[in-house]
C-alpha cells in the first residue's frame, strides 16, 4: 500500500500529490517573488558570469534566507559548476536545486509517532506565531488522518482566553481538553493531562503552552517542569518538542528560535504561515542556524491548512514556473 517516504514517512502516491498540492500553494508568494527571479535566472541560455553569482546570492539574501547560509549556497553551487565546466546559466539549475534541497536536510534522533504510545509531544514558541492552531491541525491529522486516540493539555493558563480557544478548536476536530483555571500552575495542567491520557489509554498528548518570553529563566522553568512531569511517567517523552515559527516575523523569528533553542529541547520545527509571505526562504536559514528539521508548515488558518515538510517537494514547488 505505502509507496514511498514523504517528509520522511511511508505515503501512498495519492497522499504525496496532496501534501505537494498544499506546499506548492503554500509558497506561492515566494516564488512569485524573489525565487521567481532565480527560476527565470537559471533557465537562461545565458553564459555565466560573476555577475550571475552576485546576484543569487542578493536575492538568496533579500530572501530571508540568511546572509552566511546564502554565501555557502553559492559557494557550492559555483564550486561545483567550475569543476563540471558548465557555461550556461540553465545547466546549473539542477545543481542549484539540489544544493538547497540538502540545506533542508539534517539528520536527527526521533520517535515513530506511529509505534510509541502514547507519543506525547510539547508545543512551545512566541506568542502569537500560531501554537493553538497548529495544536488544532495536528489533532485534526492524528485523529482523522491516522485514527489515534489524541488528547490536548491546555498548559497555556497564562491567559484565559488561551484555555478558550484550544476547547473550541477541540471541539471542532472533536478531542478532549484536560484544563484547569486561568492562572493554574502549567505542570499541575500537565500531571492531570498524563494521567488522563493513561487512564484512557490514548495514543497521542499534545501539550499546548503559553509563548511569553518576558523572562527567559521563568520560560525555562515553566516548560522544563512541564518536560518533568511527563518524564516522570514515560521515561522518554516528551517525544517530539515542536517549537512554532512564523515564517512572515522572517530573521526576528530566528532570534526567538535561538533562545527556545536554550530553554527546551527542540526536537523539530513547525513553520506556520508560509502561505503569508514572499520570503519562504527562512525556512533555509532556520535548518541552517538551528540544526533541526522542519516537521510541518502551516499553510492556512483552517485545520486542514497543514502539510508534511518535504525539502525536495517544497524546492520543486519553489521552481515551479
Ligand atoms: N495564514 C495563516 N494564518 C495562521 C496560520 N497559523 C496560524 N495562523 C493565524 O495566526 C493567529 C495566531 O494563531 P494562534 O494559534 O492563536 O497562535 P498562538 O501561538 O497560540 O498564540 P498565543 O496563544 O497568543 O501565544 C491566528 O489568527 C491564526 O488564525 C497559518 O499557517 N497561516
Ligand atoms: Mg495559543
Known sequence: MFRRLFGGEERTEQEIKQEE???EQ?????RSGLFGRITTMFQSDEPITAELWDELEELLIAGDVGAETSLK??????????????KRASEARSLLKAELVERLKVDTPQYSERSTKPYVILVVGVNGVGKTTL?????????????????????DTFRAAAIDQLQHWAERVGVPVIA?????????????????????????????????????????KELEKISNVVKKRWQYAPHEVLLVLDAT?????????????QAANVTHI??????????????????????RPIKYIGTGETMDDLALFDPQAFVDALFEE
Open 21 to 23: 498540492k498544499k506546499i
Open 26 to 30: 503554500s509558497v506561492q508568494k515566494t
Open 73 to 86: 549556497i553559492v559557494e557550492q553551487v559555483r564550486g561545483k559548476v567550475e569543476k563540471k565546466g558548465l
Open 135 to 155: 495544536i488544532a491541525k495536528l489533532s485534526n491529522r492524528y485523529k482523522n488522518g491516522m485514527q489515534k486516540k489524541v488528547i490536548l493539555a491546555a498548559a
Open 180 to 220: 484547569q483555571q486561568p492562572g493554574s500552575d502549567p505542570g499541575a495542567v500537565a500531571y492531570d493531562a498524563t494521567q488522563a491520557t493513561y487512564n484512557q489509554q490514548s495514543d497521542v498528548l499534545i501539550i499546548d503552552t503559553a509563548g511569553r518570553l518576558q523572562s527567559k529563566h521563568n520560560l525555562m
Open 249 to 261: 516575523t522572517g530573521q526576528n523569528g530566528l532570534i526567538q528560535a535561538k533562545a527556545f533553542m
Open 270 to 291: 513547525a513553520l506556520t504561515k508560509l502561505d503569508g509571505t514572499a520570503k519562504g526562504g527562512i525556512a533555509f536559514a532556520i535548518v541552517q542556524e538551528i540544526e
